[in-house]
């Protein structure tokens, strides 16, 4: 599987940007995905996931509430609808993909990751 992000930028505080992670492959369905982020000088931590069937979503505590993944199956592409954007969201972002799993917020159970894409939020 390879995960292709998408959709980063530049935005300003209290904006809103949507992330998109297509896959390739057949068996997108088959993989939890996952979003992480790493910012300057910091260690990668997870953002949010999404079990592979989309009935299970899980989210760290600093975006909850402001943050939403989605997925569509259909389009081999999972989203993250960021709003309300701080500047202490700025990172790069990643998505990750873990077979059959029901969305983990531990990194070592992610099989694929994409390259990741810069969002930066100016205050």
Same mark, same amino acid.
Request: aromatic fraction near 14%; include cysteine; proline fraction near 2%.
């Given at each position: 599987?390879?995960?292709?992000?998408?959709?980063?930028?530049?935005?300003?505080?209290?904006?809103?940007?949507?992330?998109?992670?297509?896959?390739?492959?057949?068996?997108?369905?088959?993989? %939890?995905?996952?979003?992480?982020?790493? %910012?300057?000088?910091?260690?990668?931590?997870?953002?949010?996931?999404?079990?592979?069937?989309?009935?299970?979503?899980?989210? %760290?505590?600093?975006?909850?509430?402001?943050?939403?993944?989605?997925?569509?199956?259909?389009?081999?592409?999972?989203?993250?609808?960021?709003?309300?954007?701080?500047?202490?969201?700025?990172?790069?972002?990643?998505?990750? %993909?873990?077979?059959?799993?029901?969305?983990?917020?531990?990194?070592?159970?992610?099989?694929?990751?994409?390259?990741?894409?810069?969002?930066?939020?100016?205050?």
């Amino acid at each position: 599987v390879q995960l292709v992000e998408s959709g980063g930028g530049l935005v300003q505080a209290g904006g809103s940007l949507r992330l998109s992670c297509a896959a390739s492959g057949r068996t997108f369905s088959t993989y %939890a995905m996952g979003w992480f982020r790493q %910012a300057p000088g910091k260690e990668r931590e997870f953002i949010c996931a999404i079990s592979y069937s989309g009935g299970r979503t899980y989210y %760290a505590d600093s975006v909850k509430g402001r943050f939403t993944i989605s997925r569509d199956n259909a389009k081999n592409t999972v989203y993250l609808q960021m709003n309300t954007l701080k500047p202490e969201d700025t990172a790069v972002y990643y998505c990750a %993909a873990d077979y059959y799993g029901l969305g983990s917020i531990r990194q070592y159970e992610y099989d694929y990751w994409g390259q990741g894409t810069q969002v930066t939020v100016s205050s």
